[in-house]
Nanobody
Framework: QVQLIESGGGLVQAGGSLRLSCVVS????????MAWFRQAPGKEREFVAA????????VYADSAKGRFIISRDNAERTIDLQMNNLKPEDTGIYYC????????????????WGRGTQVTVAS
């Protein structure tokens, strides 16, 4: 069974920064594109950022462009998300998971998720 363990969340003031990390175990990792998603209170889970297996390409949601940076370490089986200039609307639970263009539009169709890490941005 795949395990996804997210960490690094917390409470931060608007304009602050956080670095999230996700450790993946139990499946081939280095050949999969991976992504971060988030779910705000009362909203659907949404795509935030993704990175290809060889770090050759990244893609971001419009809300994350210019503020967030996704990276990965295949040897350590980790995916990080550096979040800068945080805004109250970034508040939510952040999750990592595999990525595809299909999953980007339909993250709810993935059946296996970690517990996520809570990010709260105070205004």
């Amino acid at each position: 069974q795949v395990q996804l363990i997210e960490s690094g969340g917390g409470l931060v003031q608007a304009g602050g920064s956080l670095r999230l990390s996700c450790v993946v175990s139990g499946r081939p990792f280095s050949s999969h594109a991976m992504a971060w998603f988030r779910q705000a209170p009362g909203k659907e889970r949404e795509f935030v950022a993704a990175i290809t297996w060889n770090e050759g390409s990244t893609v971001y949601a419009d809300s994350a462009k210019g503020r967030f940076i996704i990276s990965r370490d295949n040897a350590e089986r980790t995916i990080d998300l550096q979040m800068n200039n945080l805004k109250p609307e970034d508040t939510g639970i952040y999750y990592c998971n595999v990525y595809s263009d299909y999953i980007r539009q339909r993250p709810s169709e993935l059946g296996n998720w970690g517990r996520g890490t809570q990010v709260t941005v105070a205004s």
